[in-house]
């Protein structure tokens, strides 16, 4: 019996291998090029339901039903969304950008990876920085005005944070200013959106004073080795290896050797920076995320944020309630928006984030 549990272990991860193999083929050709535009991203803003607006809508939707609409047919420029399994927190959701006299703060959240999938609870390619930020808005992580936006997530113009999606963060970065010039920007990254607003840091350090990471991508070597030790361990030594080579053949526009964030992080200095991590992240390594505190505290404020909470195997923190009240504590140190309930209950919680960072 032990020898066939063996046999059918090593087949689950052939057949795996062998799927991908077969469904990344059509996207294996060489690298395209990809030019943003604002309203190609798929842009919208999403406003806390504390948060004072002058702005009424009559359309009401659940959040995926607002997703679905997307897809298939046009949406209002403005309607009341509220989050599926939390329908008594009703967000209003629109396709502009805040003006001056809206918002005096304002957040550019930038979304991991999306998955093509027609589930009501993975997060779809079109209207997946909406769904990603919306979870976060309506998880009390995020509490002001919240712009987000789709990052391209086909094969051929997939690449972990590296050109593409730089060029995606510039574009949207620059409308909002464009439109709020004087407004208090702070970005929020979850896995590789994180990656993507650090490297973006190093380029453009003036952007934000204020850096929230969740579950943030150090670098895709990490990812492909963290991923084989837990996804492919039955090919041993020969999981990374067999991995990268896939991952540079099915995403032509990755660049292993720009794989090189951390070489640059000693760019960005003088933020205020929370990271949140799930301890055993099956995507995101312990230990990648402890030398990315290490390497942000040389010339930042650093807040590391652990949980063993394990309801999820990667990121999702916005159904971490402790990691909402920590990050609210640290708005409120810092004179930003936050919910006064939650402020005062993560005091505790960012004390021991601000310990994590200086043990790390």
Known sequence: MKHIRTIRAYGTVLHMLTMLIICAAPCSAIAKNYEPTFHSLCPF????????????????????????????????????????????????????????????????????????????????RIGGGLYNAHQ????????MPCVTFDYPDDAKYFNFGQDIDQACLEVMYAQVKQVNPTAELILFGDCRGAHSVLRFLTKHPEASDTIILASPLVSARDLIERISSSYLWMLGGFGPNVLKNFMGWYFPNYNPHKDDLEQHLHLIKGK????????????????????LARALRENNEVYLFLTHDNKHPH??????????????????????????LKAPVGKRSLIQAEINARKA
């Open 45 to 124: 803003t999403i406003i806390p339901s504390a948060y004072p607006t002058r702005y009424t809508a009559i359309n009401n939707y659940r959040l995926n039903e607002f997703i679905q609409k997307l897809h298939t047919e046009s949406v209002p420029d403005r309607a009341y969304v509220c989050a599926d399994k939390k329908p008594y927190i009703t967000t209003l959701v629109r396709r502009d950008i805040p003006s001056p006299q809206e918002a005096s703060t304002l957040l550019i959240f930038s979304r991991g990876y999306a998955k093509k999938s027609s589930s009501l609870y993975e997060m779809p």
């Open 136 to 143: 976060y808005v309506c998880g009390g992580a995020i509490f």
């Open 272 to 291: 205020r920076i929370f990271i949140g991590h799930r301890l055993g992240d099956k995507v995101i390594s312990d230990n990648s995320v402890y030398r």
């Open 315 to 340: 990121s999702r923190l916005y159904d971490c309630p402790p990691f909402s009240r920590a990050l609210n504590a640290f708005y409120a140190r810092y004179n930003l928006p936050y919910d006064p």
